[in-house]
């Protein structure tokens, strides 16, 4: 069963940074492509940020600059580190990966708020 358990939100002053974690069971992360989503009150869930089984990375446009997701194969995590955090990056930030079989899992979601 696979299982995805974010953690590392909180608050913090705009300017700031924050790392947020992904632990994965049931797969395993190098081998998967791992998504990062954040979704704000009130709004759809968007694109963040994205790490191929190859490693190769893709961001939204608006944090390209800011954020950048890596991998922890010893782990089995991905990690999303934000810095210069803006209040338009409050959020949930949730953790995804789709398996072979076509089934999109999500983690429960962890806050991230900025204050300005």
């Known amino acids: 069963q696979v299982q995805l358990v974010e953690s590392g939100g909180g608050l913090v002053q705009a300017g700031g940074s924050l790392r947020l974690s992904c632990a994965a069971s049931g797969i395993t992360v190098s081998r998967n492509a791992m998504s990062w989503y954040r979704q704000a009150p009130g709004k759809q869930r968007d694109f963040v940020a994205g790490?191929?089984?190859?490693?190769?990375?893709n961001y939204f446009d608006a944090v390209k600059d800011r954020f950048t997701t890596l991998r922890d194969n010893d782990k089995n995590t991905v990690n999303l580190q934000m810095n210069s955090l803006k209040s338009e990056d409050t959020a949930v930030y949730y953790c995804?990966?789709?398996?072979?079989?076509?089934?999109?899992?999500w983690g429960q979601g962890t806050q991230v708020t900025v204050s300005s």
């Open positions: 995804s990966t789709r398996t072979a079989d076509g089934y999109n899992y």
């Open positions: 790490i191929t089984s190859g490693g190769i990375t």
